[in-house]
C-alpha cells in the first residue's frame, strides 16, 4: 500500500537552530504540498510542488522557510532559524496532477513531523 | 479566494446513533471538488469522501454520506451507526477541478471534533 513518508515524525529544537523536514512523496506523484498544522490557524498550505517546480509558496515565510525538492522522490522542508512560533505538525502530501487535464487525484498525506521549538 | 468554513467546532454522539457535520464553503467557480478527511488521534489524515460538484447524485461511502446543496454551497457529512473508531477530527477541504495556479491545492475547514460515547 503506497504511502507518503515523513521524516522525522518529533523533533524538539532550541530556539535558533536550523531544522530540516523530509517527505519521500508516493511513486509516480508529481505534486507536493506542504501544511502546517496548528490549533489557532488549523492546516495551512505552506507549498506547493508540481513536477518538482515550485508553484506557490505564498503562505511561507520566506525569511526562515524554504522548501525543495532536489529529485522526484525527495522534498525538504526547513526552518532556519527556527523560533517558538514554528511549534506545529507539518504534514506533506502528494497527489497526481496532469497540468492543463482536469483530472486530479486524490491528495495522500504523510503523518507530519511535529516540531517543537523551545 | 475560497474559503471553507465549519461552524460546529465539536459534536457528540451516541455509539449506533447518525451524527452530521455541517460545512459551507465560498467559491466563484462551478467545477471543483469537496472532500471529507478524518483525523485520528495518530495524526494521519484520511480520505473519508470526495464529492464532484458536476454530479447532483450525493457520494457514499459505507457508513459515511454527504448532503451537496450547490446552490447552497453547503456541504454536510452524515455518519450512521457511529462507532468508537470513528472519534477524529473531521475537516471539509475544497479543491479547484482545473490546474490552472491554484493546482490540486487543497483548502480547509478548521475542524469537527466527533465524539463517540458508549
Known amino acids: 500500500d503506497a504511502r507518503v513518508t515523513q521524516t522525522p515524525r518529533h523533533k524538539v529544537t532550541e530556539m535558533g537552530q536550523e531544522v530540516t523536514m523530509r517527505c519521500q512523496p508516493i511513486?509516480?506523484?508529481?505534486?507536493v504540498f506542504w501544511y502546517r498544522q496548528t490549533m489557532m490557524q488549523g492546516l495551512e498550505l505552506l507549498a506547493y510542488?508540481?513536477?518538482?517546480?515550485?508553484?506557490?509558496d505564498s503562505g511561507m515565510p520566506k525569511d526562515r522557510f524554504s522548501a525543495e525538492m532536489p529529485d522526484a522522490t525527495l522534498a525538504t522542508l526547513k526552518i532556519q532559524p527556527s523560533e517558538p512560533r514554528d511549534s506545529a505538525v507539518y504534514f506533506c502530501?502528494?497527489?497526481?496532477?496532469?497540468?492543463?487535464?482536469?483530472?486530479?487525484?486524490?491528495?495522500?498525506f504523510g503523518n507530519g513531523t511535529r516540531l517543537t521549538v523551545t | 479566494a475560497q474559503t471553507v468554513t465549519q461552524s460546529q467546532p465539536e459534536m457528540s454522539v451516541q455509539e449506533a446513533e447518525t451524527v452530521t457535520l455541517s460545512c459551507t464553503y465560498d467559491t466563484s467557480e462551478s467545477d471543483y471538488y469537496l472532500f471529507w478527511y478524518k483525523q485520528p488521534p495518530s495524526r494521519q489524515m484520511i480520505l473519508v469522501i470526495r464529492?464532484?460538484?458536476?454530479?447532483?447524485q450525493n457520494a457514499t461511502e459505507n457508513r459515511f454520506s454527504v448532503n451537496f446543496q450547490k446552490a447552497a454551497k453547503s456541504f454536510s457529512l452524515k455518519i450512521s451507526d457511529s462507532q468508537l473508531g470513528d472519534a477524529a477530527m473531521y475537516f471539509c477541504?475544497?479543491?479547484?477541478?482545473?490546474?490552472?495556479?491554484?493546482?490540486?491545492?487543497?483548502?480547509f475547514g478548521g475542524g469537527t471534533r466527533v465524539l463517540v460515547k458508549p
Open positions: 502530501a502528494s497527489g497526481l496532477n496532469y497540468g492543463t487535464s482536469s483530472y486530479n487525484s486524490p491528495l495522500h
Open positions: 510542488f508540481r513536477n518538482r517546480a515550485p508553484l506557490d
Open positions: 511513486l509516480g506523484h508529481n505534486t
Open positions: 477541504a475544497y479543491r479547484s477541478q482545473f490546474p490552472s495556479a491554484a493546482g490540486n491545492k487543497l483548502t
Open positions: 464529492q464532484e460538484a458536476y454530479k447532483q
